[in-house]
């Protein structure tokens, strides 16, 4: 809806949030860094460029009638010996566009590091508020689960999670549900970061004034760590969450490309990078090299914003 079916007083009070918000100390920031502004509009791009990808791409990577095997392994920018077509970055072994298919496989990747840190979101901050206010226990059993689970790299333990699952699915339908599988794994190895910093906040906020006048009027402890603990224990997991988005990515890329993540037919960064790779001694270089380059742009920019958020949200550099 824009600001011309919106009733004049809601009109202006949106344009005040927003004044306020870019004249805040994070706005502030924001603006004072180069390499924020720079890491956004990277980020920002990307994830247009992939949810956009039908309109940008010029050939659907899903669609076999739109590929033809003669122009497979066609160098970027130079026409095919047999065909006479050009592709931006050339095409691979099955004459895909490689410039589609990064555009396509952006989509699977953002989609499964978005989702498994969703996921790991609600659960870490789920067990976190509950280790932090119950305490006894509850606390001991949770926080004891984590710290075992942090002698093990979170990898490891997405592959363990994604063969267990895997092995537990019937044949027919391993392909189809592998993208969620991934996502489980992925949010499964990555939720403990996100508890231990909830159940720390959670210690802190519980003995406060306000914690304990919610108690005398009868407030439920759900409802108390709901409505009055979680919304001011957010801002260091939005931190985590950013920097966990571009580890969820590399995460993702990392199991497609061993064989353990999204089915080779999906082109997902890492199965593009597991497809290139067998090329690259051959001469096909270019196979490899852009959805790598790709995959390291946009881990990199997610990265830095993460860097740059927590730099702005922490008091005492302020």
């Given at each position: ?14 344009r ?24 956004a509009f990277v ?43 050009s ?17 396509y496989g ?16 609600v ?21 004891r ?7 093990f ?6 592959m ?5 699952a ?8 391993r ?17 403990v ?18 914690v ?14 709901l409505?009055h ?13 950013t ?13 497609s490309?061993?064989?353990v ?11 593009l990078?597991s ?9 096909e270089?270019?196979?490899?090299f ?9 881990a ?19």
């Amino acid at each position: 809806m824009t600001d011309t079916h919106l009733p004049p007083a809601e009109t202006a009070r949106a344009r005040s949030r927003l004044a306020m918000a870019w004249d805040s100390d994070v706005g502030w920031s924001f603006r004072r860094s180069p390499v924020a502004m720079i890491s956004a509009f990277v980020t920002i791009a990307l994830i247009l460029a992939a949810v956009l990808a039908p309109l940008f791409a010029p050939h659907d990577p899903f669609n076999p009638a739109t590929l033809n095997l003669m122009n497979g392994f066609t160098a970027p920018g130079t026409p095919n010996a047999f065909t006479g077509d050009s592709f931006l970055l050339g095409t691979d072994d099955q004459g895909r566009d490689v410039f589609s298919t990064i555009l396509y496989g952006m989509r699977i990747s953002l989609f499964v590091g978005f989702s498994a840190v969703a996921f790991a979101m609600v659960l870490g901050i789920s067990l976190g508020l509950l280790a932090g206010y119950v305490g006894g226990w509850t606390e001991t059993i949770i926080m004891r689960i984590a710290d075992v689970q942090l002698t093990f790299p979170a990898i490891l333990v997405a592959m363990l999670i994604f063969g267990v699952a895997k092995g537990i699915t019937p044949i027919e339908y391993r392909d189809e549900v592998a993208i969620w599988v991934l996502i489980i794994a992925i949010g499964l190895s990555d939720w403990v970061q996100f508890a231990r910093v909830v159940r720390g906040a959670t210690l802190v906020e519980k003995h406060k004034e306000y914690v304990q006048a919610a108690r005398l009027i009868g407030r439920s402890p759900l409802a108390i760590m709901l409505r009055h603990i979680l919304p001011n224990v957010l801002s260091p997991v939005l931190v985590i969450a950013t920097i966990s988005l571009a580890l969820a990515i590399i995460a993702e890329a990392t199991l497609s490309f061993l064989g353990v993540g999204a089915p080779p037919t999906t082109p997902s960064l890492g199965t593009l990078i597991s497809i290139g790779q067998g090329f690259l001694f051959s001469g096909e270089w270019w196979i490899l090299f852009f959805p790598a380059c790709t995959l390291l742009i946009l881990a990199l920019a997610v990265n830095l914003l993460g860097d740059w958020l927590r730099d702005a949200l922490n008091p005492r550099l302020r």
